[in-house]
């Protein structure tokens, strides 16, 4: 829904609060090299903006 869409920015935040991928016209291509995360804390958290105004936030857990 979100994709393929020049005024959405996709942020994602790894569980410390870094940022680790930021894409506006997000592809559906996250992650594009490998990932960078501790187990005992798989959790990522995004947030997808339209305009610059968050229009959806939510976590990610990464599960092997």
Known sequence: EYANNENVEVIIYSSKGKVVFRKRNYQNDWP????????????????????DEIIKKGAITVIE
Request: no cysteine.
């Open 32 to 51: 594009n090299t490998s990932l960078d995360y501790s187990k005992k804390d798989p959790v990522f958290y995004y947030t997808i903006s339209n305009n």
